[in-house]
């Protein structure tokens, strides 16, 4: 037998939870942190949509790997 030399694990929703609600609440805590003029929702319906198109890009395997720091520091 070959020997194994990655592991490679699903994290989210496979190893440990993630519902939208994780999210929310650090955006609530950004939101505060910050002192930004929106709520956790309003932020949400922005950040989903750009989270679901960039998790499309990411495993399109005719662009570059992207990660997700790069990613939204806006690279």
Do not use: C
């Not at 650090?26 to 319906?45: M, N, R, V, Y």
């Amino acid at each position: 037998m070959p020997r194994i030399t990655t592991v490679i694990f699903d994290m989210y929703e496979t190893l440990v939870q993630n519902p939208s609600g994780i999210s929310k609440s650090s955006f609530a805590t950004i939101i505060k942190q910050q002192g930004l003029d929106t709520t956790a929702d309003e932020l949400w319906e922005h950040w989903l949509p750009a989270n679901e198109e960039f998790g499309k890009t990411r495993v399109d395997p005719d662009r570059p790997f992207q990660s997700y720091f790069s990613a939204w520091k806006g690279g």
